[in-house]
């Protein structure tokens, strides 16, 4: 939807070879969901949003294929989305999953509901992530302003 098949093919493979275990098709859901991760941190400067732990998965598999990753930023509207990781895999804040969630909506998405759950022992998926986002490192897209272009 926002990257060609190719591209999708190659960051599925990413998330697939971090969790040897998991299903072509669920290692698909996961890019999926990263995808409009990523589309609604470009879309909404400014809102403090994050991904479920799975959901980071995906995120992190685009993150890895830098071309891939700045082409699809650029194509959002150009500003880069960065990652801002937590690292206590006990961070759970359902608040901004929840608004993470009303905004994929708002675009217009049907979201995964599976892959925006808890981090628990019995998600849908080990995932090698361990990385949990908390509310001071919550992905806020800050719009810089554009150069202007000078006056000879």
Known sequence: MLITDKQFDSCRRTVMDANPSMTEE?????????????????????????????????????????AIYTDLCQSLGGEFVHHFPGYDPTNYDPPILDRTREKITELGWDVDTQLWGPPSEETLASVAAKCQHAPECTIVVTPKPKPKPSVA
């Not at 609604?40 to 993150?63: K, Q, T």
């Open 26 to 66: 669920l290692a698909g859901r996961i890019v999926e969901e990263g995808l409009k991760f990523v589309a609604v941190c470009s879309r909404n400067p400014g809102v403090g949003l994050a991904p479920s732990r799975i959901v980071d998965e995906g995120w992190h598999a685009l993150i890895l294929h830098t």
